[in-house]
């Protein structure tokens, strides 16, 4: 089948629960399905056994391509964890049929250009395009989880070159993901992948135009700070891979310091930015509380160097 555009959905909505629904990821199909000037498009959708629901929305989005994937290594069946999300991506990508290939998970609900916009940046000499993620339920507790997840990607992003890009909004020119398949033929680390990109002479970029939001159903305090505990041990357990028993040691003595780090970035990107300064001071005291969870979980990651336990 020749296509355009692969868009690649990582169910993540798994990461406090081994078992969930397909309630969020019915709208991020809807959002895709309802593109306005798309370019020819595929939708697939890797997933392990474990995900409730995916038999009727078959039914419903027949042209979805819904990818079982049963031989997860990462896969805990349990809670806690988010490692699998990474692996499934790859089995994403390794089925993936278009000339360009983004990444989003089921949280993200695209704008109505969403896919032209990303088409028309890949016209240029670009490797990836990283697009603005935005908060799409007003409520503190999902302000807060926004601010901490991607308050950075809100727009205006500044358009043009970039070092960084999250793979909950990007596109990938496939050419360029192959030159590099060996840095991601298990798991798929947006760090890793962008960093080698880069490296191999590829121009990674930012679009204010290629929008995103984050829609996060039913959100409840104690899923949030398990959900940020489970991600700070993940990225402490990652990076603690390539440190030495010293400096894990070190990195998690100075998680305690974590939260008033994370909060003061928070506080000048959005005054930075000049929007959403209201909901960013009603959201403080739980962003607050999910900043310490994030730290707590790094620092159970670089004293353990285990993602899970």
């Known amino acids: ?108 609900r695209a704008a109505p250009h969403w896919s032209a916009s990303l088409a028309a940046a890949h016209k240029k000499d670009t490797a990836a395009v990283g697009g603005a993620i935005e908060n799409g339920v007003d409520r503190p507790l999902n302000w807060a989880v926004y601010f901490c997840d991607f308050g950075k990607y809100q727009n205006p992003v500044p358009a043009g070159e970039t070092a960084f890009a999250s793979d909950a909004n990007v596109a990938y020119k496939r050419s360029a993901l192959d030159a590099i398949k060996p840095v991601w033929k298990e798991v798929f680390h947006e760090t890793s992948v962008n960093w080698a990109l880069r490296e191999h002479g590829g121009k990674l970029v930012l679009s204010p135009d290629m929008v995103l939001y984050q829609h996060r159903l039913g959100l409840r305090l104690g899923d949030a700070l398990r959900e940020r505990f489970t991600w700070g041990r993940s990225y402490a357990a990652t990076r603690g891979r390539t440190a030495g028993f010293v400096k894990r040691m070190a990195y998690a003595a100075l998680s305690p310091l974590l939260p008033a780090v994370l909060l003061m970035r928070m506080a000048a990107n959005v005054a930075r930015k000049g929007r959403c300064i209201a909901p960013f001071l009603k959201a403080l005291p739980l962003t607050a509380l999910l900043a310490v969870s994030w730290s707590c979980g790094e620092f159970t990651g670089y004293l353990t160097g285990r993602a899970t336990g």
């Open 1 to 108: 089948m020749s296509v355009k555009l692969s868009v690649v959905v990582a169910i993540v909505s798994d990461t406090t629960s081994g078992h969930c629904d397909t309630s969020h990821l019915e709208g991020t199909l809807q959002s895709l399905a309802a593109q306005i000037d798309p370019p020819s498009m595929e939708i697939v959708v890797p997933h392990h056994s474990a995900i409730a629901g995916i038999t009727e929305l078959k039914a419903r989005y027949p042209k979805v391509r819904f990818i079982p994937v049963d031989n997860l290594k990462t896969f805990t069946g349990r809670g806690g964890s988010r490692e699998h999300h990474d692996e499934l991506r790859v089995h994403g990508l390794k089925v993936a049929c278009g000339e360009l290939i983004a990444l989003i998970e089921d949280h993200g």
